[in-house]
């Protein structure tokens, strides 16, 4: 069992940045991931990172402005966001699972979800 707990979640202005943090009981060799959720939308895919971190997927809204990354050694994965916009608020919950489907940004493929933190983006 995989716990996830994400923080970092708070209110910017647009243009502004945030980092986003999710700390792990364990990452075992899961891929990990971001996923977001906007009030009466379905959760969407945002980055993903294998366990090695040698390869990250990114979806097209996001790519160029922000960057995911892990530090196994502190079971801890990172969202940096940057140039931060109103249309990136929502929820964004940490996923850990298979590469298969969090490198095609499904999150079927999702064996455990955090919690999610909140992030809200004035204009």
């Known amino acids: 069992q995989v716990q996830l707990v994400e923080s970092g979640g708070g209110l910017v202005q647009a243009g502004g940045s945030l980092r986003l943090s999710c700390a792990a009981s364990g990452f075992g060799t899961y891929t990990m991931g971001w996923f977001r959720q906007a009030p009466g939308k379905d959760r969407n895919f945002v980055a993903a990172i294998s366990w090695s971190a040698s390869n990250t997927y990114y979806a097209d809204s996001v790519k160029g402005r922000f960057t995911i990354s892990r530090d196994n050694a502190k079971n801890t994965m990172y969202l940096q966001m940057n140039n931060l916009k109103p249309e990136d608020t929502a929820v964004y919950y940490c996923?850990?699972?298979?590469?298969?489907?969090?490198?095609?940004?499904?999150?079927?493929?999702?064996?455990?979800w955090g919690k999610g933190t909140l992030v809200t983006v004035s204009s």
């Open positions: 996923a850990a699972g298979r590469l298969s489907s969090l490198s095609i940004g499904s999150r079927y493929g999702v064996e455990y």
